[in-house]
Nanobody, 121 residues
């Protein structure tokens, strides 16, 4: 059974930093999946924050929503089967539940349970 487990959320003051982690169950699952972070603020739709290609992708790349470019960095560790979201210069509008997502041709689409990030002004 494939699984994504997020950690690293919390309460931080504006201007601070947090690093979210998302551990995947199984190297094959992780290696063949493109990974992404989404977020959902209260009363708003879930939005894409950042994506990173699957391991070995011909067009390996990371992409970001305009609202987080230059502040957030997505990365993946293919030994630890973990994807990270480093969030710097946090703003109150970054407050949301952050979800990890995996998508690939073999294992399909999977979501983590979410982790709360709260940025105080």
């Amino acid at each position: 059974q494939v699984q994504l487990v997020e950690s690293g959320g919390g309460l931080v003051q504006a201007g601070g930093s947090l690093r979210l982690s998302c551990a995947a169950s199984g190297s094959a699952f992780f290696r063949t999946s493109a990974m992404a972070w989404y977020r959902q603020a209260p009363g708003k739709q879930r939005e894409l924050v950042a994506t990173i290609s699957s391991t070995g992708s011909a067009n390996y790349a990371a992409n970001y929503a305009d609202s987080v470019k230059g502040r957030f960095t997505i990365s993946r560790d293919n030994v630890k089967n973990t994807v990270y979201l480093q969030m710097n210069s946090l703003k109150p509008e970054d407050t949301a539940v952050y979800y990890c997502n995996a998508a690939g041709p073999i294992f399909g689409i999977h979501w983590g349970q979410g982790t709360q990030v709260t940025v105080s002004s």
